[in-house]
């Protein structure tokens, strides 16, 4: 039985108070479900600090290089000794904006594990590849050089399935969308290795809210959430939380 993982994306969003203030009414409420929270760089000794080890804090990206002259570049190392336990890898927007490919993502989740890191990597499809019919080999490609680098490793990966065209636009895949697209990962997953798709929790984001979180929650190969935009609202965030049960 995989058990329920929330997590929370602040993305570029946030302060010190705003860090006091989240952290502050998980550590008051805490949720049943495993929770991790990705503060951007900055408020991660805060975060961490706050969550006492109640809670998993995150880092929202990590370098490909080990070390060296790689200017404004954060290492696993670093991330490691600072006592951040999770990282995400290869996010839509880390692909779209700062054009992320599937060789350099895989690269970002060798040195996340040889640092200890617990690696989340994103997959998901643009709303054009969808319409185009190219959904699946779209998640397959996404997954395939991380899986055949990685190897036996892949066993310590979380996946989350994050459709690009639900994810900050309010406009939710809905339950029946969200259940194909997981058991498709789960079946790409088997191919490899039918451990794998049996250990690996598949987390969906895009546009989750307390509203929707029960129903995408339900579904048999939805193992939790990756959540940006209501993270950022407390009560929401636990509302989210308790859906996953
Ligand atoms: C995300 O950034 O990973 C995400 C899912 O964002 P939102 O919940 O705002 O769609």
């Known amino acids: 039985m995989r058990r329920k993982l929330v997590a929370a994306n602040w993305k570029m969003h946030g302060s010190r108070a705003l860090t006091e203030q989240l952290l502050s009414a998980l550590a008051a409420r805490p949720p049943s479900c495993e929770v991790a ?3 951007p760089f900055p408020y991660l000794a805060q975060a961490l600090a706050l969550a006492e080890g109640r809670l998993d804090i995150g ?4 370098s490909a290089h080990a070390q060296g002259a790689y200017t404004g570049e954060v290492s696993a190392a670093m991330l490691a000794d600072l006592g951040v336990r999770r990282v995400l890898a290869g996010h839509s927007e880390r692909r779209q904006y ?4 599937d060789l350099l993502i895989t690269a970002k989740l060798e040195r996340a594990f040889e640092q200890g890191l617990m ?3 994103c997959v998901g499809e643009t ?5 185009h019919g190219t959904t699946e080999a779209t998640l397959a490609a996404q997954l395939a050089t991380p899986l055949r680098v990685l190897g036996e490793r892949s066993a310590l990966l979380t996946i989350a399935y994050e459709p690009v065209w639900a994810i900050g636009t309010g ?8 259940q194909a697209a997981h058991a498709f990962i789960r079946s790409q997953l ?11 929790r598949v987390l969906y984001g895009g546009s989750v809210k307390a509203a ?6 339900a579904q048999p190969d939805v193992d939790g959430g990756l959540v940006g935009g209501a993270a950022l609202d407390a009560n929401e965030f636990l509302a989210i939380c308790a859906a996953a049960r």
């Open 127 to 131: 709303l054009q590849q969808r319409e």
């Open 190 to 200: 088997a191919a490899r290795d039918a451990k794998l798709s049996k250990l690996i």
């Open 212 to 217: 929707n979180a029960p129903e995408l929650f």
């Open 59 to 62: 880092a929202q990206d990590l």
């Open 98 to 101: 700062h054009h992320e490919d």
């Open 119 to 121: 690696p989340i990597l």
């Open 171 to 178: 406009c939710t895949a809905t339950a029946a969308q969200v």
């Open 37 to 39: 929270v990705f503060p």
